[in-house]
């Protein structure tokens, strides 16, 4: 059998990613987008959402959330349960804004894309939350197996996926399709056990056959919050 070569390596081209670089770009150079009555809206949407886990476990004392932006989400939660110990982890330019708005939290400064440094971290979280963040970083291995170790079987796991029908650039096209990440969390360890919808709606494409568990009333949402825990038959 002959050796097939693929003779077109534009690889930005054929693909229509643009610049690979704009998937990991500092978004918040321009900080002034967190004002943005979308932004906002959006904020307390997540907000609310995490208020009922909470309420729904009220044993959550410690949180943490990767790829946190300067941690305007964090603040929303914060507001209505400002008992908690709240962890926020990402670059340097996010935490720039993070302490220029006296935000409260602790920062810690990490590049997640293909590494997971726990220094200075706790041994266990009540809840972690990974918002838009998977599919932005070349290791999402790394980090779901880390967060399996930094979790107990009392633990939760929020994540908020988005949906391919919304154009979000993903660096492993299909991995983030609704039945791909069940099974990537599933074989991580994780088992799903809760879904909420989103505010806003996609273009009505057609359903993907890996796209066969995601409820016909939830097709169509920008993002899907998917809420995850420890499965008991797991071993490590």
Not at 129 to 135: A, G, H, S
Not at 196 to 221: I, M, V
Not at 228 to 233: A, N, T, V
Request: proline share 4%; aromatic share 16%.
């Amino acid at each position: 059998m002959g050796l097939f070569r693929i003779q077109h390596t534009n690889f930005e081209e054929v693909f229509n990613c643009n610049n690979l670089d704009t998937l990991h770009k500092e978004e918040w150079d321009d900080p002034s987008r967190i004002n943005e009555e979308s932004w906002q809206q959006r904020y307390e949407y997540e907000a609310s959402i995490i208020y009922s886990i909470i309420k729904d476990n009220p044993h959550i004392k410690n949180v943490l959330e990767l790829g946190s932006g300067p941690g305007v989400l964090s603040q929303h939660i914060l507001k209505n349960n400002p008992e908690l110990n709240y962890h926020l982890v990402d670059k340097p330019f996010a935490e720039k804004y993070f302490r220029e708005q006296n935000f409260t939290g602790d920062f810690f400064v990490k590049d997640l894309s293909n590494s997971f440094d726990t220094d200075g971290l706790l041994d266990c979280y009540d809840l972690v939350i990974t918002n838009d963040f998977l599919e932005h970083v070349l290791n999402p291995h790394i980090i779901v197996k880390t967060i399996y170790q930094l979790t107990n079987k009392n633990s939760v796991y929020l994540i908020s996926n988005p949906n391919w029908r919304m154009a979000h650039q993903f660096l492993y096209r299909g991995l983030f399709d609704f039945d791909n990440i069940l099974y990537f969390l599933y074989v991580h360890g994780f088992e799903c056990i809760g879904l909420y919808g989103s505010q806003l709606q996609t273009p009505k494409y057609p359903r993907l056959t890996s796209e066969t568990l995601l409820p016909e009333e939830n097709l169509y949402d920008w993002n899907h919050y998917l809420l995850f825990k420890h499965r008991e038959d797991f071993n490590v």
